[in-house]
T-cell receptor
Framework: KAGVTQTPRYLIKTRGQQVTLSCSPISGHRSVSWYQQTPGQGLQFLFEYFSETQRNKGNFPGRFSGRQFSNSRSEMNVSTLELGDSALYLC??????????????FGPGTRLLVL | AQSVTQLGSHVSVSEGALVLLRCNYSSSVPPYLFWYVQYPNQGLQLLLKYTSAATLVKGINGFEAEFKKSETSFHLTKPSAHMSDAAEYFCAVSKGNTPLVFGKGTRLSVIA
């Protein structure tokens, strides 16, 4: 099976712009989670989608949003970018049916730089 | 709220030496525990996980970890370090319907 793919891999934006990142999960996986990774804060959970519905949400401002499509592909959007949004954004997928003991499979990430 | 503490942001070992990466969790009930590894410019890869079965868990690449409830620990070990083990290692915890909570990570360096 193909792994989790994320596009684009690298992105440079300026403050105030918005950005959309894409994630394609492993075939058959219905849960997609997003994480932000920074040197200072480490790995922080953004949100999880399952069957097109947000099932869990982390403690991030409303500028961060996401959605999931019927084929389980997911996008996350960040509006009004700030310098502090520079990070590696990781997407992870899992079957989504066995609770939190499931293994999450991570994509390679999208590295976002905000200037 | 549950949390994870990884002692030592950077651990350095000689090739062939024992690898010990420490992880302590705080949780009112036994959680699910995970160790992930991240190589440069890559995502995270699962090494092993504890889901309330055997307390000694064996993972990939010769790593193992032991769940010790009395010590609230889940330390990662490998008997003999290899150069290819150099990476960042993350311990993570989850329980119930809460999402994964990661530790700050430990960077492992292996010296030839």
């Amino acid at each position: 099976k193909a792994g989790v793919t994320q596009t684009p891999r690298y992105l440079i934006k300026t403050r105030g712009q918005q950005v959309t990142l894409s994630c394609s999960p492993i075939s058959g996986h219905r849960s997609v989670s997003w994480y932000q990774q920074t040197p200072g804060q480490g790995l922080q959970f953004l949100f999880e989608y399952f069957s097109e519905t947000q099932r869990n949400k982390g403690n991030f401002p409303g500028r961060f949003s996401g959605r999931q499509f019927s084929n389980s592909r997911s996008e996350m959007n960040v509006s009004t970018l700030e310098l502090g949004d520079s990070a590696l954004y990781l997407c992870a997928s899992s079957p989504g049916t066995s609770g939190n003991k499931e293994t999450q499979y991570f994509g390679p990430g999208t590295r976002l730089l905000v200037l | 709220a549950q949390s994870v503490t990884q002692l030592g942001s950077h651990v350095s070992v000689s090739e062939g030496a024992l690898v010990l990466l420490r992880c302590n969790y705080s949780s009112s009930v036994p959680p699910y525990l995970f160790w992930y590894v991240q190589y440069p410019n890559q995502g995270l890869q699962l090494l092993l996980k504890y889901t309330s079965a055997a307390t000694l868990v064996k993972g990939i690449n010769g790593f193992e970890a032991e769940f010790k409830k009395s010590e609230t620990s889940f330390h990662l070990t490998k008997p003999s370090a290899h150069m290819s083990d150099a990476a960042e290692y993350f311990c993570a915890v989850s329980k119930g319907n809460t999402p994964l909570v990661f530790g700050k990570g430990t960077r492992l360096s292996v010296i030839a």
